[in-house]
């Protein structure tokens, strides 16, 4: 990706780096850290070396992008071992995680810039995702800091963001070069097969979507605005 400025490459690896940090901060679970630090290194080599480009086989490389993320995120809210982890996590970090959404949204802007990715993933086409990476700091001062709102609200909240989500993951996996391709046949999701940016869907994506899902099953285990202050 010769076109892509160094920069950018650089503020994207450093929004990975940020994202383990605040999840570590969330669990400070050494274990876990660790082995998300080794799986970002496997698909770093795989993306560098050209595993995820690769057309014509079966199954689809793009799937090896998001798959094993989100077995971790079945593990961890449907395993008993992985409930536990899970009850343990801080809602306070976990909403500030979301900030990072800032970043990633930036970087898919140049990406779609130099050709790697539709319009459609942009702000400029049907990605609204950063509006849950602006809202989080704002979200965590109102909880928090103000404590003007509570955990109805912080749960609302999540519902909203993961919507959000949801909706940009189904336009890039619609949009990559897949047999189930629907969209963007002109510049497909091809960006997010390149090193670094394979950590988009490999660690940012599955750990956002394990911050939402968990905050929102511990905002609906607890019926008090206790969980919020949880450590």
């Known amino acids: 990706m010769s076109e892509m400025p160094n920069s950018i490459t650089i503020f994207f690896v450093f929004t990975t780096i940020v994202t383990l940090f605040w999840f570590y901060q969330s669990s400070k679970s050494k274990k876990v850290i660790i082995v998300v630090f080794v799986w970002m290194i496997i698909a770093g080599v795989l993306g560098f070396l050209g595993f995820y480009r690769t057309q014509n086989v079966t199954p689809p490389r793009f799937v090896f992008l998001l798959a094993p993320g989100l077995l971790f995120v079945i593990f961890s809210l449907l395993t008993k071992r992985g409930k536990r982890f899970s009850d343990k996590q801080n809602v306070k970090y976990l909403t500030l995680l979301h ?44 909880v ?3 404590k ?18 949801i909706n940009i993951l189904t336009i890039a996996v619609l949009s990559a070069q897949t047999p189930i391709q629907q969209l963007a046949f002109d510049q497909p999701n091809i960006g997010v097969t390149y090193f670094p940016f394979v950590w988009l869907p ?30």
Request: aromatic share 16%.
């Open 99 to 142: 900030t990072i959404r800032i970043p990633v949204e930036i970087v898919l802007y140049y990406l779609f810039l130099v050709g790697y990715i539709p319009d459609l993933m942009t702000f400029e086409g049907y990605n609204y995702d950063i509006v849950s990476g602006l809202s989080a700091p704002i979200i965590y001062y109102a």
């Open 202 to 231: 490999t660690i940012i994506v599955p750990i956002v979507l394990y911050s939402h899902l968990v905050s929102i099953r511990l905002l609906l285990k607890f019926s008090n605005d206790n969980i919020l202050y949880h450590e």
């Open 144 to 146: 928090y800091v103000k």
């Open 148 to 165: 003007w709102m509570g955990r109805k609200g912080l749960l609302i909240w999540n519902f909203v963001c993961l919507g959000l989500l």
